[in-house]
Structure formats: structure tokens, C-alpha cells
């Protein structure tokens, strides 16, 4: 039987790529469509938010990823997939199982400008709301005009405050005694310049909503990745 929508062609596996592909597969997608299909150029997926295992299995990434409470679709789209993948349940061995554990937030980021030869580095801030972003059931639209030019003006006027009266902050990126490797790690050509330990976690400032839980919905995250030729 020939469905109404046809095949579905996404030419790029990258996030708006892959965010599309997920929301055309909601559970009933075949009574509209024959097929969805990612087209993508090599074999990784994921654009600017993909990563890679390198040397002593760390993350390889195209640099540090920050994410603003603000993005609402974005936490919504994100919680979806670790409520799809159940990981406490499929895989509990997995160092992060939920996306609180993915995503952690960070008031105080470590920043840094080169000023002529050297660097003046510093603790930003980021102030809290209490909420949480991407809580299900939302449009991603709760929140008004009047309400988006307050919370924009508090970061703008909390990061200027930063800048004023921070003393200059000695940053560091350390491993623990456990952790440090005999030797440097030979540098992977062609890799990102950022890289964290396997099952460390990447920063993001804090949401603006608040609300319940996030369940399954299907099974669309069960793929094996082909590896490169």
C-alpha cells in the first residue's frame, strides 16, 4: 500500500538532521510514510555535537559544548532519547544513564581572553531559577516576550558583574592520581583540541520550567553504527 507521505529523504546526519528524522518517526510514522532515510557524508553522525573515542578510550570532541538553560526544544528533544534508551534498565553499567548525568549545571563557568601575550582568565556567573528545562508536554513556547527580555538582561548584567569584580581565577584541568596516564597521550591527528575522560560530563547553565517525568516512547535509538571503511 503507497502511504500518503511518500519516502522521506534527509539529506545530512547532522542535529537538524537527526531531530528530524526523530520526530517523523513518532509512533505511527509508517501509516504516513514508506520510509525515512539519513543520508550522511562518511559514517559518523551527529554534526557538531558528534564525538569519538581516541586514545585510553576518551572523548574526542570538535571543542566545549555549553548549553543555555534557554533551550527548551533542545533539553525536550534530549530527554526524550535517555527516556527512550532507559538506560538504568537496558544498560546499568553505562557511567551516564540519565540526561541529569549528561548534563550537569554550571553557575560559575572558568572563562579566559587572550589580552596581548597572555591571558586574563576569570569565573563568570550564571544565576539560577529553580526550573528545569524540557519538561514533557511542552510547546517550547511558555514563555513570554516580557519574560524572555528579563531573564536575557539578568545574564547580561550578572556576566558585566563578573567581569567587574572577579579577581583573576587560576584555572586548572587536572586529572586525579588514578586517573593520570604513565606517560602524555600521543596527539590523534585530525582530533578535536577538547577532550574529557569517558564518562565525564559536559556543563550547561540552568533552565527556566519545571514539572514531571518523561517516559518510552517507542524504540527508534536500537541502531548499530557502521564503522569506517
Known sequence: MRRPGGKVAILGGGMAGLSTAWRLS????????????????????????????????????????????????????????????????????????????????????GLAEQWGTGWLTWLGTHPRNGMTPGEPGGTGQEITVVEFVQRAVQLVVAFADSLRDAAPADLQLTATAEQAPAAPPPVVRGSAGHRRPAGTRRSAGQGHRTGGGCGPRGHRLRGTPRPPA
Open 26 to 109: 513518532e509512533p505511527g510514522w509508517r501509516d504516513r510514510f514508506e520510509s525515512i532515510t539519513v543520508y550522511q557524508r562518511g559514517w559518523r553522525l551527529g554534526g557538531k555535537g558528534a564525538s569519538s573515542r581516541g586514545v585510553n578510550d576518551r572523548i574526542e570532541e570538535h571543542g566545549l559544548h555549553v548549553w543555555l538553560g534557554s533551550y527548551e526544544n533542545a533539553f525536550a528533544l534530549l530527554r526524550e532519547c535517555y527516556a527512550e534508551l532507559d538506560r538504568p534498565a537496558t544498560d546499568p553499567s553505562s557511567p551516564i544513564r540519565t540526561w541529569q548525568e549528561a548534563i550537569v549545571p554550571a553557575d560559575n563557568p
